[in-house]
T-cell receptor, first 111, second 111 residues
């Protein structure tokens, strides 16, 4: 089992460019999540998907879109990147009432 | 609005010391509280607590929940340099739902 995988690991974008962060899990989990982590702010939820076919906004959704492509894959898209989106992005998955498992993270810098 | 507050935000201790980390919360429909350890990568799961007064223990780490006073503590005894990390507390308000994270406590253990 690979668990939760994310690509890419690192990315540098110029302001206004777009990109998609990919996430996949092989644990047959129903729920998937995208977080961003900034120094001193813990993990803040961007979007989540409780099950295949559904997505909902989290705490900080502005500037992002998501797609739950199937049960395994949940992608995060930045349509027009801004310096304020410089952060580390984590994808996570979960089944029922158990712990979330996190991917290794994507370090994104927007210049 | 759901809220999770961790204290202290950071601390420095010597190897062998005992550390107590605090997590207080305000959340509707509380289901569980989770602790994670984060070194320079993705958070890794430590404990999930659902019932008051029952201590969970793993080696030198232990945690307990007080659902009446709405807080949890994480204890680390006989600290080692490998315990240096950010410790994150999160609360789950629903069975499948999103986790609300605190800002984390940065622990530095010096030799």
């Amino acid at each position: 089992n690979a668990g939760v995988t994310q690509t890419p690991k690192f990315q540098v974008l110029k302001t206004g460019q777009s990109m998609t962060l990919q996430c996949a899990q092989d644990m047959n989990h129903n729920s998937m999540y995208w977080y961003r982590q900034d120094p001193g702010m813990g993990l803040r939820l961007i979007y989540y998907s409780a099950s295949e076919g559904t997505t909902d906004k989290g705490e900080v959704p502005n500037g992002y879109n998501v797609s739950r492509l199937n049960k395994r894959e949940f992608s995060l898209r930045l349509e027009s990147a801004a310096p304020s989106q410089t952060s580390v992005y984590f994808c996570a998955s979960r089944v029922a009432d158990y712990e979330q498992y996190f991917g290794p993270g994507t370090r994104l810098t927007v210049t | 609005e759901d809220k999770v507050v961790q204290s202290p935000l950071s601390l420095v201790v010597h190897e062998g010391d005992t550390v107590t980390l605090n997590c207080s919360y305000e959340v509707t429909n509380f289901r569980s509280l989770l602790w994670y350890k984060q070194e320079k990568k993705a958070p890794t799961f430590l404990f999930m607590l659902t019932s008051s007064g029952i201590e969970k223990k793993s080696g030198r780490l232990s945690s307990i929940l007080d659902k009446k006073e709405l807080f949890s503590i994480l204890n680390i005894t006989a600290t080692q340099t490998g315990d240096s990390a950010i410790y994150l507390c999160a609360v789950s308000p629903l069975v499948w739902g999103k986790l609300q994270f605190g800002a984390g406590t940065q622990v530095v253990v010096t030799p």
